[in-house]
Structure formats: structure tokens, C-alpha cells
């Protein structure tokens, strides 16, 4: 029986020939990922285990941006938590203030992770690089002690459902409709320890940022990791952003997956979910009437370059509507400065934006963009579980770039069509 692209990537990195769904194996490992919440819970473990140093200085990479700039007393000692073990042990990629972005997007960006990579991350959403056709997954932070430590990491082979995507999206419909209409119909637990792989003549259509960002939300059904096949688009854009070398694997023609679902991408439309899960995804003939208080747009799901564009495009000569707060996160340094550079940022403040330093703060409810009891929020992030963003009497509605834009000048859930 052949193998699935992820079932190809960890039988190179365990040393076997083949492996099947159900296989327990131990994989080398080319990063492990840590950041301001999860690293200090790692460190502590890596110095229980008492070893000299890190399996390899260029392979660990510590990125504080869930709580910074710090925005407590006990957020900075987390940060000084990290700041000490990356200076002790001489850490490579430890990204400070000024030079950090939101993990998922800075990693790429700097050219760590290519395709055929194996990487960990004590963040749920390292699942993002599988848009490069790397095998990247979530992790408890003890895993990542010990990945720091050895450079392993076991895994179960998982399961896999092809999605053979076709057509191409229609204007002001992105990935994030994609994602989202995809969980609408597998639900949260569709792809419960399961490698969601994207394939298809419809995949080439889709930008790499469309890319990032359904393999960013792979988690959210559930899914061990998301990967999408390597084309020219994926090695135009690693040849732009990393010297490294990388392995393109494709599945097998006769490889097993627990389910084949075709999507027509054109069929795909604006889609929204609703509170209080991923899976509530609505379309706008199901939105009604909902008055909103905040948007969002950024995160380590939608904080890209194409993301602000798009934004700006729906805003270019309009303004968000009074008492609507809109804040806007570049997701990293480079982003901000394009965006700066080519006019985004300045039609977006022009609309009545606010544009803040690449955080994941509001996404967790963490800070610059918490919310009270009542408010509601239409958001580009990841996560709509209770009280996501605040209160847990508030409401987060997880929507694309173009529809949040649309939803800041009317102050309800809106599609992009209703304000150009």
C-alpha cells in the first residue's frame, strides 16, 4: 500500500522505508518552536533533565509574541524567562521586540521551515507550515523540553483525508472562507488525529498566504496537520525566503485515506462562524441582523501582507463606522513595513483603524483588544470557544479579512459586496 505526503515525511525523518496509520515512531526533528506562554513551562522541564545544551543551537527557535510587548508584570518575567535561556544556551532564532512577529508567520518568513521538514511547536497552530509541505504539529511543552534536549520526537502515523480541490475562489472569497466552510462541514472533530492533505488543480490557484491560513486552521477540526502538495508557487517563495535545501514528497497513487472530499472552489462562499465553535459556519443568507462592537484583523491566521491589502481594499476611501473599534495586527516586523511602504497601513488608519505592533494578544484574550460582557467581535483569528477574547459573555465571529473589513463600515456582519 502506498503513503500519504505526511506518512512520506515521517517515515524520512524515523529512517524506515514505509510506515501505515497507527505506527509509532521516533522522528528527527529539523525546528521545535516555543514561545512566550508555553517556552517557560519547556525550560523548566529542560532542566530537570540535566543536560549541557540544546540538540542544536539553528533548530530551536523562541519567538515571545503572545504577551508582548509586555503587557504585565508577569508577562515580562515570562519574556525574561525566555530572554535568559536563549542567552545561556546561544539560541539562533530567539526574536526579540523590535524584531519579532506572531510565530506562525515570522517562521516562514524567515526561511526555518521548508518543505519536507518535520517540525514541533508548544503552540497549537504550528500546524501553519504544512502550506509549505512540511509535517508541523502541535505539542504539550514537555515534548518540546525534550525535543530541545535530543532532537526527537515520537509520533502515531495518522490517518489522512484528501481534499481534491478544483475551480478557483470568486473576488472577495479567501482562504479563510475556505477553512471555514470545510469545518462547517467536518465539524471540529472531522479530522479528529488526522493529516488533512490539499491537492487538486484548484490548490494552484490559491496564493501561498490562502495556503498558510487553511493549514493554519487544520487544528481547529481536529486534525494532527494539514499539508498541501509542493508546486511552483511553494518553491518560488522558499527559494525567496530560506537557502535551505528542501524534499518534496507527494502521496502515492495508490495511497489509503479515510475519506476523499472534492471542493469546487468556485461553489465556496463568504463564510462566517458563529459563536461558539469553528464548526457554527454560517453563509450570508444564515448572518441575520448581528450588531457588532470590535473588529479584528491579523493574527497568525490573517495578519499577512495579502490579508491587510485585501482589507484595504474594501476600506480605501471609507471609514468604519462610529463606535465600531477596528484594530488591525500586521503579523510581523516585514509586514508592517510593506504595508507601510505601499500605502496599506495609511488607508486603514485614513478609515479609522488602529494599527498595533504584531501580537497575539487579542486573538487569546490577552490584551490590546479585550472584550466586555455583551460585546461582540467579527475577528480574522482562529478561536470562537467561550469567552475567547474576554468576557465570557462576549461573542467572537471568526470571518475573513474582506468580510471583517466590510462588517467595520456597517457595524454588522456584512459581506464585501454590500459596501464596494
Request: a negative charge; glycine letters at 10%.
Amino acid at each position: 500500500m502506498g503513503m500519504t505526503m505526511t506518512q512520506k515525511i515521517l517515515a524520512k525523518a524515523a529512517g524506515l522505508d514505509s510506515v501505515k496509520a497507527g505506527d509509532l515512531i521516533m522522528a528527527n526533528l529539523n525546528l521545535v518552536l516555543g514561545n512566550d506562554i508555553t517556552a517557560p513551562v519547556a525550560i523548566r522541564e529542560f532542566d530537570k533533565l540535566g543536560v549541557d545544551d540544546v540538540f542544536d543551537k539553528k533548530k530551536v527557535a523562541l519567538v515571545p509574541d503572545h504577551f508582548t510587548p509586555n503587557k504585565d508584570i508577569k508577562s515580562a518575567e515570562q519574556a525574561k524567562v525566555v530572554r535568559t535561556f536563549a542567552h545561556e544556551f546561544d539560541i539562533e532564532n530567539y526574536f526579540e521586540v523590535g524584531e519579532v512577529g506572531i510565530e506562525h508567520a515570522l517562521l516562514p518568513e524567515k526561511g526555518l521551515v521548508v518543505a519536507g521538514d518535520v517540525v514541533i511547536g508548544a503552540d497549537s497552530h504550528t500546524c501553519t507550515y504544512g502550506a509549505l509541505g512540511a509535517f508541523s504539529t502541535g505539542v504539550g511543552s514537555t515534548d518540546m523540553a525534550a525535543g530541545m534536549a535530543t532532537g526527537k520526537a515520537w509520533f502515531k502515523v495518522p490517518e489522512a483525508i484528501k481534499f481534491n480541490l478544483t475551480g478557483k475562489l470568486n473576488k472577495y472569497v479567501s482562504g479563510k472562507d475556505l477553512i471555514l466552510h470545510i469545518i462547517g462541514m467536518i465539524g471540529v472533530d472531522g479530522a479528529l488525529y488526522k493529516s488533512m492533505e490539499f491537492t487538486g488543480e484548484g490548490m494552484h490557484t490559491l496564493s501561498m498566504d490562502d495556503r498558510f491560513t487553511v493549514a493554519n486552521m487544520a487544528i481547529e477540526a481536529g486534525a494532527k496537520n494539514g499539508v498541501f502538495e509542493v508546486d511552483d508557487l511553494t518553491r518560488e517563495y522558499m527559494k525567496e525566503h530560506s537557502v535551505r535545501e528542501f524534499v518534496e514528497f507527494t502521496a502515492d497513487s495508490d495511497a489509503e485515506y479515510s475519506e476523499v472530499i472534492d471542493i469546487d472552489l468556485a461553489t465556496v462562499p463568504h463564510t462566517v462562524a458563529f459563536p461558539h465553535l469553528p464548526e457554527n459556519a454560517r453563509t450570508p443568507e444564515n448572518w441575520g441582523d448581528v450588531a457588532i462592537d470590535q473588529v479584528v484583523i491579523g493574527s497568525c491566521t490573517n495578519g499577512r501582507l495579502t490579508d491587510l491589502e485585501h482589507a484595504a481594499e474594501i476600506l480605501k476611501g471609507k471609514k468604519v463606522k462610529k463606535g465600531i473599534r477596528a484594530i488591525v495586527f500586521p503579523a510581523t516586523q516585514k509586514i508592517y513595513l510593506d504595508a507601510l511602504k505601499n500605502g496599506t497601513l495609511s488607508t486603514l488608519v485614513e478609515a479609522g483603524c488602529v494599527i498595533s505592533a504584531p501580537t497575539c494578544g487579542p486573538c487569546l484574550g490577552g490584551h490590546m483588544g479585550i472584550l466586555a460582557a455583551g460585546e461582540r467581535c467579527v475577528s480574522t483569528t482562529n478561536r470562537n470557544f467561550l469567552g475567547r477574547m474576554g468576557h465570557v459573555e462576549s461573542e467572537v465571529y471568526l470571518a475573513s479579512p474582506e468580510v471583517a473589513a466590510a462588517s467595520a463600515i456597517t457595524g454588522k456582519i456584512t459581506a464585501p459586496e454590500e459596501v464596494m
